[in-house]
């Protein structure tokens, strides 16, 4: 076991440092927090788990140090850690961003640290339920040689599978993970949006409503996986309906509609729809994006 020092001590750092303790992985975790107070949560009480918002010298041998702040704050983040001295002997420093390269560390890199960068394929938005969704997660590693192992380490104790990635392949990798994610917000918040509006609903009674659709969707993608997840009038051909939607539908609303719409015609073609029928959808959707329907 080793000692972990775990900087921004918010949603994805309480949890991953909960598996961490969760695991037996730990000897001792230091959570390293800009405010006098620690967070509330069950991982700073733990018997192998301390809270502090100083940090008076660097870490002893063998550390890992986990930087779990927001993209912009990694850079500074390390020059403050690097600023400390030396590590001790095999210290490591991981940070959690999907976006920024490893290269972002290269002051702890300087000054003795091997470096990377480990992404939860999860999204956290309570931690004291956020172990529970890092368990069995994939993750994602930019980096090499000690950094991998440690970084190895922590997916073990989450029970996980890692990938890796290459610092300039990472804003593509991000994308994805952003529309898998945040955009499946963004695109139930204009589901709800319509349906309020169409039924003379609020808002929370549109996402009640619309909740077992969105549940619905995410099963069919667990069992039966892309492209036969897939249902509606896309899949089904049906110009008619495409045509009712995309006109009364306006602005932005219409062109993210129309935009997905050719997404989902792809998957369709996988499923077997007729070419001419594929044809007509995408003329109609073309149509509207063109202005020649009003």
Same mark, same amino acid.
């Given at each position: ?30 959570? !390293? ?131 890796? !990635? ?129």
């Amino acid at each position: 076991m080793r000692a972990y020092w775990i900087i921004g001590p918010g949603r994805m750092g309480l949890s991953l440092g909960s598996v961490l303790s969760g695991a037996g992985k730990a000897a001792e975790i230091l959570l !390293v927090g800009r405010s006098e107070r620690a967070p509330e949560h069950p991982l700073v009480n733990s018997p192998r788990a301390r809270y502090t918002a100083r940090l008076s010298g660097p870490p002893a041998a063998a550390t890992c140090l986990v930087i779990a702040v927001p993209d912009g704050a990694i850079a500074g983040v390390a020059e403050m850690v690097a600023r400390l001295g030396g590590p001790g002997d095999g210290c490591v420093a991981l940070h959690l961003s999907g976006a920024q390269p490893a290269a972002v560390l290269a002051p702890l890199e300087r000054c003795g640290y091997a470096t990377g960068s480990l992404h939860p394929l999860q999204t956290v938005a309570d931690p004291a339920h956020g172990a529970e969704r890092l368990r069995d997660a994939f993750f994602t590693f930019e980096g090499g040689g000690e950094a991998r192992e440690r970084a190895a380490e922590i997916v073990e104790a989450a029970g996980g599978r890692m990938l890796e !990635v290459h610092a300039a392949d990472k804003a593509r990798y991000h994308a994805a993970c952003v529309f898998a994610s945040n955009y499946v917000v963004a695109c139930a918040s204009v589901a709800t949006r319509l349906l309020a509006g169409a039924v003379n609903v609020s808002r929370e009674e549109a996402a009640q409503a619309l909740e077992p659709l969105w549940r619905g969707a995410v099963a069919n993608l667990e069992r039966s996986g892309l492209p036969r997840a897939l249902t509606g009038p896309v899949a089904r051909g049906d110009v008619e309906t495409l045509r009712g939607h995309m006109a009364t539908l306006s602005g932005g609303t219409r062109d993210l509609y129309g935009q997905l719409a050719l997404e989902a015609l792809g998957l369709a073609c996988e499923l077997g729809l007729a070419e001419e029928t594929a044809a007509a959808i995408e003329a109609e959707i073309r149509s509207w994006e063109t202005g020649e329907v009003d």
